[in-house]
């Protein structure tokens, strides 16, 4: 299986922006969902945002109203806009394509099951 590849992260201030960018197969990009996930050492890895074939989207509540998940389905690529970024966003960040599952409350989400790219570091100082 074709390892996605992430890009776009980067250094930046408290406040600041960045957007990630991920090229996937076609093989991921049929899956029923792909996700946004970030992990910082000596912590498990944690979802960041999800969006669904039907271009319905879900995000972890410390990043709502911060972070915009997007896909260009011509392109098989997978986006992560991220603004009014915060130290605690600090993390490395991979994509992944996933099963849709029920979480507490209900809420869809895209577990991972596809495979890991090299992610890209997101730092953010304060």
């Known amino acids: 299986q074709v390892q996605p590849v992430e890009s776009g992260g980067g250094s930046v201030e408290s406040g600041g922006s960045l957007r990630l960018t991920c090229a996937a197969s076609?093989?991921?990009?049929?899956?029923?969902?792909m996700g946004w996930y970030r992990q910082v050492p000596g912590k498990s890895r944690e979802g960041v945002a999800s969006i669904y074939n039907d271009g319905n989207t879900t995000y972890r509540d410390s990043v709502k109203g911060r972070f915009t998940i997007s896909k260009d389905n011509a392109k098989n690529t997978l986006y992560l806009q991220m603004n009014t970024l915060k130290p605690e966003d600090t993390a490395m960040y991979y994509c992944?394509?996933?099963?849709?599952?029920?979480?507490?409350?209900?809420?869809?989400?895209?577990?991972?099951?596809?495979?890991w790219g090299q992610g890209t570091q997101v730092t953010v100082s304060s």
């Open positions: 076609e093989y991921s990009y049929s899956k029923s969902c």
């Open positions: 992944a394509a996933g099963t849709v599952v029920r979480v507490a409350g209900g809420r869809p989400w895209c577990a991972p099951n596809g495979s």
